[in-house]
């Protein structure tokens, strides 16, 4: 977990003309916890505490958020009852997680959310930021409409699906945003997964076969981390902590095949040709696509060839052993 603290403004102000939140739990430092990190030290002054959290043992971790959420009130409380904030971007669940890793995971964000809810129930305006996953929960789903009820069809789904219900639940006593992603590819970077688009990339400019657990006519909506992170932290900085939930579906409305991909990143790469050794899994052949009316109003995502040719570029100036 990282705290950060905004020190914006030294002196304390009034909660009617403070809208930034003084101080952000941030809970998940991997692929989008990293990007939101950085995101939000690029807008803002913040300083930013790296506190270890024990995940593993749940008498430690409720100890352990107890006295993060002292320390969150007590940052509030400085700033004349500034409002904060509380972004969930943890777990090392993914597709094919377990129905145990899931339980675990679940039992983790309940007890984050519990924290969350003490806060505001004892006075302090607060919101929570929930990452989930349009994949997870529309998997196999054509063109998803804002009506559309999610159907996981994987323990990961439920998961996300379970987490979206808790935050749903806390909505009458914080402001709850849920962030639905659709398929999410990192940067060029050895720290942290980079997803199928930055793999093709590297591969690509490397001359090295890339093995693809899937079909290559599979339609995926691919958004960059980046994208992601920029947006978040935008809307953690100006959001509202009046009670009530915001649900958002982040996706480009272009759906892309993974034949389409390389030929998009062999333009990229200069017409080097892509060494691809495909594996079809019926699983992951599923189509998931977005309807453009579905996607939320304030989110602008990069072109996906303008978000490889950065990509490209950035390998070019670091690269990648």
Not at 74 to 93: C, D, F, M, N, Q
Not at 208 to 223: C, E, H, P, S
Request: proline share 6%; charged share 15%.
């Amino acid at each position: 977990m990282i705290l950060l603290e905004d020190h914006t403004a030294s002196e304390p102000r009034r909660e009617s003309k403070y809208t930034r939140p003084a101080a952000i739990a941030l809970f998940g430092v991997g692929l989008i916890g990293s990007a939101i990190h950085e995101a939000l030290t690029r807008a803002g002054n913040y300083s930013a505490e790296s506190v270890p959290t024990p995940w593993t043992d749940s008498v430690q971790l409720q100890q352990h958020l107890k006295t993060i959420g002292e320390q969150l009130r007590a940052t509030a409380g400085r700033r004349g009852s500034a409002p904060l904030a509380v972004v969930w971007s943890a777990g090392s669940a993914g597709f094919n997680a377990t129905p145990e890793a899931t339980t675990h995971e679940l039992a983790a964000f309940e007890a984050v959310l519990q924290m969350t809810r003490d806060i505001a129930r004892q006075g302090n305006g607060v919101a929570l930021h929930l990452v989930s996953s349009a994949g997870g929960l529309f998997e196999g789903t054509r063109l998803v409409e804002a009506n559309t009820a999610p159907s996981p069809q994987r323990p990961y789904g439920d998961l996300k699906l379970a987490q979206e219900q808790l935050a749903e639940q806390a909505a009458t006593q914080l402001h709850c945003t849920v962030y639905r992603p659709s398929s999410i590819f990192g940067s060029v970077s050895s720290r942290h997964r980079m997803g199928l688009i930055p793999t093709l990339v590297v591969n690509g400019a490397l001359n090295r076969v890339t093995t693809i657990t899937g079909d290559l006519a599979t339609l995926r909506d691919y958004v960059w981390v980046r994208d992601l992170a920029t947006h978040i932290a935008r809307r953690v900085r100006n959001g509202t902590t009046k009670p009530g939930r915001t649900v958002q579906l982040l996706a480009s409305g272009k759906p892309t095949s993974i034949a389409e991909a390389r030929t998009l990143i062999e333009r990229v790469l200069h017409n080097r040709k892509l060494l691809l050794a495909p594996q079809p899994q019926k699983q992951n052949a599923q189509h998931i696509t977005f309807s453009p009316t579905a996607i939320a109003p304030d989110w602008h995502p990069t072109a996906l060839e303008t978000s490889c040719r950065a990509l490209y570029q950035q390998w070019l100036q670091g690269g990648l052993a």
